[in-house]
C-alpha cells in the first residue's frame, strides 16, 4: 500500500514535487525526512504523490508542494544529520559551510513561497502519537504571529490526541540559562550554542515568512502504523484547507495539551539518568530525574511531565524538557 522508500545515489540535489489547480486556494507544503531516518513521512508523501500522478485524487483549489526526502544527505547515511541538525538554525546564508546550509538556501525559500506547512517526523522512543503547534498570537520579538487559530484548528484535526507547544520560548529561555551559567563559572562556551536564534527550525522558519505550521510526530521511527499515520494526517490536511475532496475532519475532542516550561542542560558527558526515561513520563516535584558527574542529584523543578529527554546530549546542551498539562481548551 506504500511505496518501498526509493535510494538516492546521488544525495546532493534537492527535490520537490507540486500541484496546482485551476482554483486559487491555500498553499500546502508537507515535508518528510527533515531528519534523514525519520521516513514513515516520506512514505506517506510517496503514496500521496501517487494518489495524484494516477489520477485518484484532484487537487480543486490551490497548490500542494510535497518534498519527500528533505534532507537526502541525512537519509541517504539512514542517520538523523548530514553535517549537523537541519532543524536548528534554519536560515539561509551567503555563506554555506555544511550541508544543512545548502538544505537551508533551497528549502527556506520554498517555505515562503507557500501558507501552511505540515513537517513530519518521528521519535526514538515513546507511545503515541502527536503534534507540535507554535505560539498564541504575539507582537514579541522573538517569534511574533498572528495565526495561531488556524495553526491550532489543523493541529486537532490531524489524527492525534497529544498536543504540545512552547518549543521556541523554552529553547530561548534555555539558552539564556546555558550564557549565565557560562559566566557564572568562567567558561568559554566554544562551541555551545548560546544563540536563541539557534532555535530556529522549519516551522519557526514557516511563522517567520508569514505562514503558519505544524509537526506530526506520527510515533515510533520503525513503527508499522508510523506511515498510516502520517498518510490520514496529510489527507486530513488537505481536505480541511479544502484542497481535495473528502470526509471534513472535525477537531478533535478528548486531548491532551502541554506546554513546554523549561530545558535542563546537560553539564558533563557524564551526567546520567536515574532510568530509563522516556518521553512523557510524568514527574512529580522533587522527584529524582538524575545525578551530575559531580554527584549533585537533579530533581523535577515541578509536577509535570519529562519531555525529549537525550541521553546522548553533549555537555552544554538540553538534557530534557519539562512540560506543565494545559486544562484550558485549544
Ligand atoms: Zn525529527
Not at 219 to 248: K, S
Amino acid at each position: 500500500m506504500f511505496p518501498e522508500l526509493p535510494a538516492i545515489p546521488h544525495p546532493l540535489q534537492f527535490k520537490s514535487v507540486s500541484f496546482t489547480a485551476l482554483k486559487p486556494g491555500p498553499k500546502l507544503i508537507v515535508l518528510g525526512a527533515v531528519h534523514g531516518n525519520e521516513v514513515s513521512g516520506t512514505r506517506a508523501i510517496l503514496r500521496m504523490i501517487r494518489e495524484f500522478e494516477r489520477g485518484d485524487r484532484l487537487l480543486l483549489a490551490g497548490q500542494v508542494t510535497f518534498v519527500p526526502v528533505t534532507n537526502p544527505l541525512a537519509y541517504n547515511r539512514q542517520q538523523r544529520n548530514g553535517d549537523r541538525n537541519l532543524n536548528r538554525n534554519l536560515t539561509p546564508t551567503t555563506t554555506p559551510a555544511d550541508f544543512e546550509d545548502h538544505v537551508a538556501n533551497w528549502l527556506c525559500p520554498l517555505l515562503a513561497q507557500h501558507e501552511v506547512l505540515l513537517d513530519i517526523h518521528s521519535f526514538q522512543k515513546g507511545d503515541q502519537p502527536f503534534a507540535l503547534f507554535g505560539p498564541a498570537d504575539n507582537g514579541g520579538p522573538l517569534q511574533p504571529f498572528r495565526h495561531a487559530r488556524a495553526e491550532r484548528d489543523l493541529a486537532l484535526r490531524l489524527g492525534v490526541s497529544r498536543f504540545v507547544d512552547g518549543w521556541l520560548e523554552t529553547y530561548a529561555n534555555g539558552v539564556a540559562n546555558r550564557v549565565a551559567y557560562i559566566k557564572a563559572h568562567g567558561l568559554s562556551g566554544q562551541g555551545l550554542n548560546t544563540d536563541p536564534r539557534y532555535g530556529m527550525g522549519t516551522t519557526e522558519c514557516m511563522r517567520a515568512s508569514g505562514g503558519y505550521a505544524v509537526t506530526l510526530e506520527c510515533g515510533q521511527h520503525d513503527d508499522p502504523q508510523g506511515p498510516a499515520v502520517a498518510y490520514t494526517a496529510i489527507e486530513n490536511t488537505l481536505v480541511h484547507l479544502g484542497l481535495i475532496a473528502g470526509q471534513v475532519p472535525q477537531p478533535v475532542r478528548d486531548y491532551q495539551h502541554l506546554t513546554l516550561v523549561e530545558v535542563i542542560d546537560k553539564r558533563h558527558a557524564d551526567d546520567q539518568f536515574c532510568r530509563s526515561w522516556s518521553s512523557f513520563d510524568r514527574i512529580s516535584k522533587g522527584e529524582l530525574i538524575g545525578l551530575r558527574q559531580n554527584g549533585e542529584e537533579v530533581r523535577a523543578p515541578r509536577d509535570g511531565f519529562i519531555v525529549f529527554p537525550n541521553t546522548t546530549s553533549q555537555a552544554g546542551q538540553e538534557w530534557f524538557y519539562v512540560a506543565k498539562e494545559e486544562t484550558e481548551p485549544l
